[in-house]
């Protein structure tokens, strides 16, 4: 929350540090040798590493709170507190859309070459379709999303939230193939190779 973006060898020499934005950082991708980085002033900044420092090469936002963000290989895609996505091309950096498609706050956004998910504190789960960003389908969690993830071999995914719920759906059709609950809110998810790992606030890391 102090702005910062710190910059380490793998010996854990600090190589750089970076203050390009007013407010406490939020979202936060690394893709090949690009850094981007959302604020909460709204602010989303784009880092190349030229002649042994970092450089800004692209800076636009939102009038509101970055609160989640990912990138592909075709766009950067940044979600804020007011539920508004924002899409920017990633060879120009030239705004492409925005998805009004939530009335609440974005809390996770993922992606892979064909989807976009995202999943909002209205329990919302979206699934867009890259090629021209129409909405595949919706899904319902009963409370907040804060965490998603999709299977290595792409044909799944995983949601979990607020209302303690893993879910797993089909990733093209949106069909749910199965949910487990933990005793508290779920915080974050992700496969490892077949397997699902859960963690929660009840202190307990599941795999399914």
């Known amino acids: 929350m102090d702005s910062k973006i710190c910059v380490f060898d793998f010996k854990g020499n600090l190589i750089d540090q ?54 592909s290989d075709r766009h950067v895609m940044f979600g804020d507190s007011k539920g508004k996505i924002c899409v920017y091309c990633l060879k120009t950096y030239k705004k492409v859309c925005e998805l009004k498609k939530y009335p609440s706050k974005i809390n996770v956004m993922v992606n892979n070459a064909k989807y976009l998910i995202s999943g909002d504190d209205d329990g919302n789960v979206i699934v867009f379709n890259l090629d021209d960003f129409s909405i595949c389908y919706r899904l319902k969690h009963k409370r907040e999303v804060i965490s998603i993830s999709i299977s290595p071999d792409e044909l799944s995914f995983a949601t979990g939230g607020f209302d303690k719920a893993v879910q797993i759906w089909n990733l093209s059709k949106g069909s749910n193939l199965g949910k487990y609950f933990h005793v508290r809110p779920v915080y974050k998810i992700m496969y490892y190779d077949d397997l699902i790992i859960s963690c929660s606030k009840d202190k307990m890391i599941r795999m399914f």
């Open 18 to 71: 970076i203050k390009k934005q007013r407010l406490g950082i939020s979202s936060f991708v690394v893709k090949n040798d690009l850094i981007f980085s959302g604020a909460r002033d709204g602010s989303v900044i784009v880092l190349s590493y030229e002649r042994e420092c970092f450089k800004v090469i692209a800076e636009f936002g939102s009038l509101n709170s970055i609160t989640a963000m990912c990138v």
